[in-house]
C-alpha cells in the first residue's frame, strides 16, 4: 500500500509530465502554424526556403502529419488541397519554381492568354538549348529549347505571384513558336492559335511578322494570314460552263484520263475539268499514266505524225 505521502508525490509528478507533454504538443501546434502560415504566403515552398526560415526536417515532417500543409512533390509543399481549388495556377506555379530558367510557351502560353478554353494536360515550358534538363519529380512538364533572340525575346514578366516569378510569352510570339515547332504540337496548331489570335482582338501583325522572322517561319505565317484573307468561294467556274461540261469528274477514271491526254492538250484538259494542269499532270503521275513528250503537239499541228 502507498501511503498518503507517496500518493501526492506521484500525483505531482504525473501533472508535471503531463504539463510538459502539452507544452511539447502546442510549441509543435504553433510550428505547423508558423509553417503553414509560410507556404500560404509563399503560394508553395521548398524544403530549402523552410529550413531558411529556421524549421528543420522533423517539423516540416510533424506539419505534414498534422495536416498543415501537403507534400505536393519531393522537396516541395503546398497548403492541403490548394490544388483542388486552382489547378492551373497551381501547376504554373510549381513548374515556375522548380524551372526558374524555364518560360511557359505553346500551349500552356494560349492557355494562359485565353486563347484555348482547354487547359493542357502538361505545362509547355521553353529552355535554353545549352541548359541541363531540370529535375521536376512527378509534375509533368514539355520542355521545347531555343537560343538566342528565338529564346530571349517576347517574354511577359509577370513579376513575383505568391512570391514565383512567373515568366510567359506574348500572344504573337506564342503564335509564331506553334508554327516553329509543328512537330510537336500538330501542324494545325500555327494557323489555329493565329485564328484565336484574331478572334481574340490579339492579334498585332507587326508583332507577329517580327516574331516569325526571329523564328524563322515568316513563310508559313504569311501564307496562313493570305489564306484567311482568300474568299471562301472560288470553288466552281460558273454555271454556264458547269452546264456545258457536264462530265467534269473530280473522281479521275484512269483510263478516260489516258486516252484523253493523248488526244487534248493538257492545258485544254485542264480547262475542262476546271483544274489546274498541274494538277493533271499530278493525276498522271499518280495512275502511271504517260504523257506526250516535248514537240509533240506541234507536230501533230504541222500535220505529223509522231512515233
Known amino acids: ?5 507517496s500518493t501526492t508525490a506521484i500525483r505531482i509528478n504525473t501533472g508535471f509530465v503531463l504539463g510538459m507533454n502539452w507544452q511539447v504538443v502546442g510549441m509543435a501546434e504553433k510550428q505547423s ?3 503553414a502560415a509560410l507556404v500560404g504566403r509563399m503560394g508553395m515552398a521548398r524544403s530549402r526556403d523552410l529550413k531558411q526560415a529556421g524549421f528543420n526536417p522533423r517539423e516540416i515532417s510533424d506539419a505534414c502529419q498534422a495536416g498543415a500543409i501537403e507534400k505536393v512533390d519531393r522537396g516541395l509543399y503546398a497548403l492541403p488541397r490548394r490544388h483542388e481549388a486552382s489547378t492551373g495556377r497551381q501547376r504554373f506555379f510549381e513548374a515556375c519554381k522548380r524551372v526558374p530558367i524555364g518560360v511557359l510557351c505553346l500551349q500552356t502560353a494560349l492557355w494562359y492568354h485565353g486563347l484555348i478554353s482547354e487547359e493542357p494536360a502538361a505545362v509547355w515550358m521553353m529552355i535554353e538549348t545549352n541548359a541541363r534538363k531540370p529535375l521536376i519529380g512527378s509534375l509533368s512538364i514539355e520542355f521545347v ?3 538566342g533572340d528565338s529564346f530571349s525575346q517576347g517574354i511577359v514578366t509577370l513579376g513575383l505571384v505568391s512570391e ?6 506574348s500572344p504573337m510570339k506564342t503564335v509564331a513558336d506553334c ?3 509543328a512537330d510537336k504540337v500538330g501542324a494545325d496548331a500555327g494557323p489555329a492559335a493565329l485564328a484565336m489570335a484574331i478572334a481574340a482582338n490579339k492579334y498585332n501583325r507587326q508583332r507577329l511578322l517580327r516574331f516569325a522572322e526571329i ?8 501564307a496562313a494570314e493570305k489564306a484567311r484573307r482568300k474568299p471562301a468561294s472560288v470553288e466552281q467556274p460558273s454555271n454556264v460552263e458547269a452546264e456545258s461540261e457536264p462530265s467534269q469528274q473530280r473522281a479521275w477514271d484512269r483510263e478516260t484520263l ?6 487534248t492538250p493538257v492545258r485544254q484538259l485542264a480547262r475542262k475539268y476546271g483544274v489546274s494542269d498541274i494538277a493533271v499532270r499530278k493525276h498522271c503521275k499518280r495512275m502511271g499514266i504517260a504523257l506526250p513528250g516535248r514537240g509533240y503537239w506541234q ?5 505529223g505524225h509522231p512515233v
Open 164 to 169: 514565383v516569378q512567373i515568366r510567359v510569352y
Open 299 to 303: 507536230k501533230i499541228g504541222n500535220g
Open 33 to 35: 502554424a508558423g509553417i
Open 215 to 222: 523564328c524563322r517561319v515568316k513563310q508559313a505565317v504569311a
Open 1 to 5: 500500500m502507498l501511503d498518503s505521502h
Open 145 to 147: 529549347r531555343s537560343s
Open 179 to 181: 508554327f516553329r515547332y
Open 258 to 263: 489516258a486516252r484523253e491526254v493523248w488526244e
